[in-house]
Each structure stands twice: as C-alpha cells, then as structure tokens.
C-alpha cells in the first residue's frame, strides 16, 4: 500500500526482508493450491462429482477474489487522488463524528466513510499535504474519495466475507446431510422387504381416513382447513418436519411418477445425489449477491440500525421457505384425501409443480441461497469488526442490537441446516420432473452423449415419417436406463445399471427429442 513520503521504497528495503516475505507468501499459496488439488483428487477418486464440482466453484470464487485484490492493490493510488468535497464526504458516514473533530485534519475524518478511524494509518494535515495522496491537496473544502486505510479495510472485508459464506455454507451442507442420512434407516428397511408375488397378485385397498400420512398431515383440528393448514405448517417445520410416514409416502409418489417399473429404487441415495449437485450452487457467490453487499454498505448509516433491520431478512424467508416446503407436503396430502375414501393399492401421492411458487421448485433453492448469503454477511461483518475494531466500535452500535443479530443469525444457521434443508431435499423431488442425479454418474455421461447425438443427428436428417422407429447411439457411452412410453407420458423405468438406452415407437419420439435438447 502507498503511504506517506517518509516511508521506505522498494530501493530502500533490505533484500533479506522481501526474500523472507516474498517465501512466506509463495509458501502460503502453494499449501493452499495443493491442499485444493488433492482434495479434488480424493472426491474423483471416490466418485464424488457433484462435491468436485463445488470445489471448482470454490476455485471460482478464489480467483475472482484474487482479481479484486488485484483491481484494489492495482488502482489504490488512482483512487486516492479523487477528491469530493467536504460536504458531501459527511453524508451518510457509518458512525457520527464527533464536534471536536468536525474541522480537523482533512483526511482523517473521512477514514469514517466505511470504517471508523483507528486503522492502520492516519494522515494528518501536514503529511497529507506533503504527500501525492489526492489530487485535490492545497485546494480547500477537498478531501479524498477514499483513504488507503479504509480501501484496506474493505479489501480484508471482502475476503472476510467470502470465507465466512464458504465455510458457513459447508457447515449448512454438512449438518443437513446428516440429519438426511438418518432416514437411511427407513429406506433400508423398505429395501429390505421381500417382494411377496401372490401378496402382489390380490387386489388391496388402503382406508384413507386411516392412514398414518393422512392422519397426521390432513385430519385433526383445522387442518383441513387452508389458514389453519398454514399455520400448522409454520408450527411443523420447528419438530419432526419428516416423519416416517412423510417419507415413505413421498418416496412412493416419486417412485409411480418417475420410475414405475422398479419399486425397489434407492429413493435416499438419489436425495444424497440430488443435494450434493445442489451445493455447488449454493457455495458460489453469484452476481445478484455481490449485488446485495453493495446495497448493505450503502444502507449501514448511522443513526438507520440498517443491519439491524436487514437481519431480519433472511429470518423472515427462512421461516417463508419452511412454511412453504411444509405446506406442499400437505396439500399432497388433502389431494389424496379430498379426493378418495378407499384406494385400490398403496396411497399414492402426485407429484405436481402446481404446488410450489410460480410453478418453479428451483426457485426454492434459490431463496436458500440467498438466505445462506445474507445470514454469513450479518455474521461475517459483526466478526470482522469485533476483530479489527473490537466490541466497543460505533460499528457495533449498542449492545441492544447486537445481541439479537447474533442470536438471529445463530438460530437461522441451525434452522437451515437441521429442519429447512432436510424439507428441501426431499419435498423438491414431488415436482412434476426428476432432476438428473436420479441416474449414476456413468449413466449421466452416458445419456449426455446419447442426447448430444440425438440432437445432431436430428439436425441433419428431415423428420421421420409416421409409424418409423429409431434406435440411437452406440454401445459405447450409451448406459442407463430404458425409456418407455406409459400412460402418454416419458418414464424412466429399470435399474440404474442396465446397460442400453432405447427409444420407443414413433408416438414417442417428439418426447425423446425433448429429452435429449434437455441433457444435451
């Protein structure tokens, strides 16, 4: 960082002192690029994609980190010589000055711009005129858009930040995962059952009123009822949010939907997959959420409690989201119920988009993310701040809000990770289509292939006429599954290692095209 005219130059620094630092930081960075490379090693080699591809989004967001230390170490002095008037420089400052200092030093008032003064360097009048630090020196009523030391200090936030949501996110995964992990009991008791042919071949009827997933989600005091349901619904997602019953409901639904023709489909281990592609978009930090930082820091002024209020946010969609996921659970449930007395067979839900918002269960991860964002910004700048400027900073404000930030943002890190993720893992799957993870990796690279294929043979060939079939692909690469036509719609049927694709008949193949634009 450029500091005052009195401060050593590169000419003048013993050579001993940048070999010495120049190693400890060459050290630092190799340790860290090859602890990533053999993590990355180590999740390929036990067939971990989905956590691969979060570690490369991690990648990701260390070297645009890299690139904005680079634009701020780069352009810190350009920035420094933009002068802006005093008047403006006292509007909107995180932490009030005080009388005393109103007409002091030209510079020193201003460290308050984003951070209170007591940063690593001060510069007062004197040195700030005999340095080249602002363009406006020895006019009066100027000083500089933004000190060396507040630049600092928002370069060292920025990386605060980007740690604490990586690291808070990783937590978020890792204690919802194994709160998710603890109904692999229940898949593998149901996968344990033997399958009885003669047991199959009578004709059973389920009493619906009776049933345990009806009883607990639809019958009982106002639960049948749309503003009771909801308020049930808040209550809910607080103890037991799935429940045996929950779970093996939804997990039958999923199974007639999507895959028919193999009951024995391991419904947990698709959840496990599922939510571990899911994570590498949580981690990253995307541009609506850089977004988000810069609309904070411009609200943080003294006197607004800004953050205060804005912790509340992700409190307020958190419990929204819960409720939701809840919710649809229960409508799945006043479907069956509303509808039937008896049901010939198992109680079979139906999955449906119609039953989340605007038809889009995506947009729930979403929210979750945004969620996740907002709750490490609250906790990574209250971290930041007690560490650089320590509890008593103006920053901190009183003692009156900062308790309930902390217990706001503890209690939607638990939250989110032992009742709202679990919900959304296995709710997100009664949408009308199945997302990829339902096939092995090997299966996947395999149907990729196959759709690439089937969208370039397509472009090249005219239409097929009426009543023609088509078999696509090879051998090599084509593994998976059998797609048939049932019921008019596409489903995917058989076990995940079978070891051919096919298409069907004619009446399927707008189906099939549909498919492969998708993979492909």
């Known amino acids: 960082m450029a500091g005052g005219a009195n401060e050593p130059t590169l000419e003048f620094t013993p050579t001993w002192v940048l070999a010495v630092v120049c190693t400890v930081i060459v050290v630092i960075s190799l340790a860290v690029e090859r602890f990533l490379h053999y993590a990355g090693k180590y999740l390929k080699k036990r067939n971990q994609k989905p956590l691969f591809d979060a570690l490369q989004k991690i990648k990701e967001e260390l070297m645009l980190l890299g690139f904005i230390s680079l634009l701020l170490a780069v352009f810190q002095d350009s920035i420094g010589k933009i002068c802006i008037s005093e008047e403006l420089a006292d509007k909107w400052l995180p932490c009030k000055k005080r009388a005393a200092h109103k007409h002091s030093s030209t510079t020193a008032h201003f460290l308050t711009n984003f951070f209170p003064p007591g940063g690593r360097r001060h510069l007062t009048e004197d040195s700030a005129a005999s340095s080249d630090y602002g363009s406006g020196k020895g006019k009066v009523g100027k000083v500089p858009l933004l000190s060396l030391t507040a630049l600092h200090h928002l370069h060292i936030f920025i990386f605060v930040l980007a740690a604490v949501h990586v690291v808070f996110c990783a937590l978020t995964i890792l204690c919802g995962g194994a709160q998710i992990r603890l109904w692999k009991r229940w ?23 009776e049933h345990t997933f009806i009883r607990g989600r639809f019958l009982g005091i106002g639960k049948n009822l749309s503003i009771l349901s909801w308020v049930h619904s808040f209550i809910k997602q607080f103890y037991g949010c799935v429940t045996r019953s929950d779970y093996t409901t939804l997990r039958f639904g999923f199974i007639m939907a999507h895959c028919r023709g193999n009951p024995k489909f391991n419904f947990h281990k ?87 918002w605007f038809h889009r269960p995506r947009l729930i991860l979403i929210l979750i993310h945004i969620i996740l964002f907002q709750n490490s910004f609250e906790l990574a700048f209250l971290l930041f701040i007690w560490i650089r400027y320590k509890f008593k900073s103006c920053l901190m404000h009183e003692v009156d809000f900062i308790v309930p930030r902390l217990v706001i943002g503890v209690f939607v890190q ?14 997100t799957q009664m949408g009308t289509s199945f997302k990829k993870a339902i096939f092995d990796e090997h299966i996947q690279q395999g149907l990729v292939g196959w759709a690439q294929q089937a969208k370039k043979n397509n472009n090249l060939r005219k239409p097929a006429t009426d009543g023609s079939s088509v078999q696509t692909g090879s051998k090599q690469g084509l593994v998976g599954v059998e797609l048939t036509k049932n019921g008019g719609d596409l489903t995917a049927t058989g076990d995940v290692e079978a070891q051919e694709i096919k298409q069907s008949s004619s009446p399927t193949s707008s189906k099939m095209q549909t498919l492969a634009k998708t993979w492909s």
Request: with cysteine; net charge negative; charged share 20%.
């Open 187 to 209: 898949e593998d008791a149901i996968q344990k059952e033997e399958f009885d042919s003669e047991e199959a071949l009578r004709t059973k009827f389920t009493n619906v009123q």
């Open 270 to 356: 698709y959840m496990i997959r599922a939510l571990e592609a899911d994570f590498k978009k949580v981690v990253g930090i995307s541009w609506y959420l850089w977004l988000f930082v810069v609309v904070f820091l411009l609200l943080n002024v003294a006197g607004w409690h800004a953050y205060f209020w804005i912790s509340f946010i992700p409190l307020t969609l958190l419990l929204a989201v819960g409720t939701k996921l809840e919710h649809v659970i229960t409508r799945l449930a006043q479907d069956v119920a509303q509808r039937h007395i008896a049901v010939a067979g198992d109680l079979v839900v139906k999955p449906s988009d119609d039953h989340f």
């Open 414 to 427: 638990l939250l989110c990770s032992y009742s709202t993720l679990p919900l959304y893992a296995i709710v």
